[in-house]
């Protein structure tokens, strides 16, 4: 196995948990350029929220896109959009990627703004 199909394992089990517990999810993919965040129902069909540093609107006033900033950036946008569309209360799907870095600083920039995980 390589190294993301080792990933895809990984988020498959915490999806299958995520959807017995049967709460919104904050989902969150990460590339070598952006980074990006989906906020699902608890259907997980329908989007209710997203940001991602490919969204003007996010990376206005950044110096990149690939670096802590931009993360916290795109965390405390998608959480003010959840907030908005009245979802204060998510599951934490970080796709099988490890808890640090850029995952880590979007999910506590989330926090700040209010989503409790």
């Not at 998510?90 to 703004?113: N, Q, T, W």
């Amino acid at each position: 196995m390589n190294k993301n199909e080792n990933r895809l394992r990984r988020a498959k089990s915490t999806r299958s948990h995520i959807r017995k517990l049967a709460v919104a999810r904050l989902s969150v993919h990460r590339t070598g350029q952006h980074i990006y965040a989906q906020v699902f129902d608890a259907s997980g069909t329908n989007v209710v929220a997203a940001a991602s540093t490919v969204q003007k609107s996010v990376s206005e006033g950044l110096r990149g896109t690939k670096n802590l900033t931009a993360a916290a950036a795109v965390g405390k946008a998608v959480a003010e959009r959840a907030m908005a569309a009245g979802i204060e209360s998510v599951a934490f799907d970080r796709s099988g990627f490890r808890y640090h870095g850029r995952i880590k600083a979007l999910a506590e920039a989330a926090r700040e703004a209010g989503l409790k995980f």
